[in-house]
């Protein structure tokens, strides 16, 4: 599967490493792209292995907020 998650507070370089290793590190997911100029961050996943949530904790542990 393929999710788009909106991601407030990411504006550099190592706030898009941040979020890309958090999301690359759950098992289940296979590729994370952030795009800062438009807030979000791709996700391609396995959806049987790994969910929304787990996405969503991953990225607010790393000190950012995801928008429903």
């Not at 890309?20 to 994370?32: F, K, Q």
């Not at 100029?37 to 790393?62: C, H, P, R």
């Amino acid at each position: 599967m393929e999710q788009t998650i909106s991601v407030q507070g990411m504006s550099c370089g190592h706030c898009k490493m941040s979020v890309e290793n958090a999301l690359n590190d759950l098992d289940g997911v296979t590729a994370a792209e952030v795009n800062l100029e438009a807030g979000n961050v791709n996700v391609t996943y396995d959806d049987s292995k790994v969910s929304f949530d787990n996405m969503k904790e991953a990225i607010e542990e790393q000190g950012y907020d995801v928008e429903a």
